[in-house]
């Protein structure tokens, strides 16, 4: 079946990069998903890739696909006290609009 | 623009008690979803709408039942709570049927859910 794995947790120091690793299982996915949930808060989309790229860039934000692998990896460059969140990559399902999210990766950022 | 809406934001049940979880959107989306999130789970689809008058099972859908009342709106029902439905409920939409970024999902600030 459909599986999204992540790590818990990561923990850097303010200044500098952090790197958020998903890997998934469908290879038919068009599109993969990087969201964020502040506490409290639901999720919002922070960026997304297609599936033909390698690579996107966002400002902060560098998104990396290995096709291959099946390994995605989100890298917040200059990491933020508030990018303190929970990181979830998603994947669609079986070509259609329904989505298979990560456990989340919850990103601690330290002064 | 509201975007996505959730009442209510907390609760508390005893067990055996029935509730109904609200959701609305102004995006004019198509699909609409319910998700719960329990810690080191992340998100499980329990139920989703594609359009208005339809809905379909997600992961884990025993326990509830869900109607999709109008375009705007998609209620979550417990009919008879479990504390294993000690959770948090997400409501989410989206623009399409389809793909690409219309599959991007809106989040619902969620409703916490404690059954006693």
């Known amino acids: 079946g459909e599986d999204v794995e992540q790590s818990l947790f990561l923990s850097v120091r303010e200044g500098d990069s952090s790197v958020i690793n998903c890997t998934y299982t469908d290879s038919s996915s068009t599109y993969l998903y990087w969201y964020k949930q502040e506490p409290g808060a639901g999720l919002q989309l922070l960026t997304y890739?297609?599936?033909?790229?390698d690579m996107k860039q966002d400002q902060r934000l560098t998104v990396l696909l290995n096709k291959k692998d099946k390994h995605l990896s989100l890298r917040i460059a200059d990491t933020q006290t508030g990018d303190s969140a929970i990181y979830f990559c998603?994947?669609?399902?079986?070509?259609?609009?329904?989505?298979?999210f990560g456990t989340g990766t919850r990103l601690q950022v330290f002064p | 623009n509201a975007g996505v809406t959730q009442t209510p934001k907390f609760q508390v049940l005893k067990t055996g008690q029935s509730m109904t979880l609200q959701c609305a959107q102004d995006?004019?989306?198509?699909?609409m979803y319910w998700y719960r999130q329990d810690p080191g789970m992340g998100l499980r689809l329990i139920y989703y709408s594609a359009s208005e008058g339809t809905t379909d099972k997600g992961e884990v859908p025993n326990g509830y039942n869900v109607s999709r009342l109008n375009k705007r709106e998609f209620s979550l029902r417990l009919e008879s709570a479990a504390p294993s439905q000690t959770s948090v409920y997400f409501c989410a939409s989206s623009a399409a049927a389809g793909r690409g970024p219309s599959e991007t999902q809106y989040f619902g600030p969620g409703t916490r859910l404690l059954v006693l």
């Open positions: 995006m004019n989306h198509n699909s």
């Open positions: 890739i297609f599936s033909n790229m």
């Open positions: 998603a994947e669609s399902y079986s070509n259609t609009d329904k989505l298979i």
